[in-house]
């Protein structure tokens, strides 16, 4: 058959080494080695919280395919792997009826109501925070009240500034040393052993409580405290090419260059000084460069397209949380990118379907 008469019919498409189904369970991998590390710290409250959302979330999609022929797709995991997500983006603390909901708008508003899998514009997970965060501002911010990222919100409102630039420096001072890390701890030794070994060949020392990061126990999405785990398992994932994997280097690349260049300004620092470390390692930024930004079915299909809205993603991170104060900036900004995926998704079919049509 010619290639001008197949051509006309073809949509923009992607191709990926792994099936949706394999893909689907390795990121259930990664959110649940996070959700089992931060389950360590809180009494297993996080365990608790994404067992709700999950049971949610497949029960859900079990009465939408209720007696159809498609009752067998349950087994991709599509349902467990965004209730996994969704976890990740709510507090350790949250009262888990609030959880359950977030599962089911997910999987009733946000996925079915558009067609199911591959026919959704918005994350699932995306929109299920979205309706707990915005349905309920006042629990979900009492939840977060202590954690880190809010008392450094506090602290810049209260005009408590650091000459460095370094917001975990005015977290430090707000609190007394939230996340320092006293002499004979775990966190206190890794510092010690990197500094003495590693970082002294070149002059230079991790400063306190950046290895806290790693081992966080304290209020916070469980994305946060979990940040070794959810590191293990974006490498993880990478490897297994669950995505296009230059798609969160270059959500990652926009938003460091960001930080770099204008991250210490509204911290009382200089140009050119900003806190990489903070910047990449809260936030549940880690989740929207692995898990959200870089997924296939709710991202656009052609390489333009997706550098287009992995680049608008970082600027917009960036805007939300440096300028906007927002903890959790990066989960607007990649629903404000989903709402662009559809008229994208428009030029990218008039760019190749139509124009295929003409040959």
């Known amino acids: 058959m010619p290639e001008k008469d197949i051509l006309w019919y073809q949509r923009p498409q992607i191709n990926l080494s792994r099936p949706t189904a394999g893909r689907m369970w390795l990121v259930s991998l990664c959110a649940g080695l996070t959700i089992f590390q931060s389950s360590l710290s809180d009494s297993f409250a996080s365990l608790f919280i994404a067992l709700s959302t999950v049971l949610a979330a497949v029960l859900t999609e079990f009465l939408f395919y209720f007696r159809t022929e498609k009752a067998a797709m349950l087994r991709d995991g599509s349902s467990v792997a965004s209730a996994l997500v969704l976890a990740l983006l709510l507090p350790n603390n949250l009262h888990p009826l609030y959880a359950v909901m977030g599962g089911v708008f997910a999987m009733a508003v946000v996925k079915h109501s558009f067609g199911g899998l591959g026919s959704n514009w918005m994350n699932p997970a995306i929109g299920g925070w979205l309706f707990i965060r915005c349905s309920w501002p006042e629990i979900f911010n009492t939840a977060l009240e202590r954690s880190p990222l809010a008392i450094v919100s506090a602290g810049i409102r209260q005009n408590l500034l650091d000459p460095r630039g370094s917001p975990l420096e005015i977290l430090l001072l707000g609190e007394g040393g939230y996340f320092s890390a006293p002499a004979g701890s775990v966190e206190w030794m890794v510092q010690s052993f990197l500094n003495s070994r590693f970082f002294s060949i070149i002059g230079l020392a991790l400063p306190d409580g950046y290895i806290g990061f790693f081992n966080y126990a304290g209020m916070g999405i469980i994305a946060d405290r979990g940040v070794f785990a959810l590191l293990l398992g974006t490498i993880i994932i990478t490897a297994s090419q669950v995505s296009r994997?230059?798609?969160?280097?270059?959500?990652?690349?926009?938003?460091?260059?960001?930080?770099?260049?204008?991250?210490?300004?509204?911290?009382?620092?200089?140009?050119g000084k900003g806190d990489l470390f903070?910047?990449?390692?809260?936030?549940?930024?880690?989740?929207?460069?692995f898990l959200l930004i870089a997924d296939p079915v709710t991202g656009p299909k052609s390489h333009w397209g997706a550098l287009f809205t992995a680049a608008g993603a970082g600027v917009l991170t960036f805007i939300f949380r440096y300028h906007g104060l927002e903890a959790y900036g990066a989960f607007f900004a990649i629903a404000l990118i989903n709402a662009l995926v559809p008229l994208i998704r428009d030029m990218e079919i008039q760019r190749f379907y139509e124009k295929g049509r003409n040959l």
């Open 278 to 289: 903070f910047g990449f390692f809260s936030g549940g930024v880690l989740v929207g460069a």
């Open 245 to 271: 994997s230059w798609v969160p280097a270059v959500y990652l690349g926009v938003y460091g260059l960001l930080i770099r260049l204008f991250g210490a300004l509204p911290f009382g620092g200089a140009l």
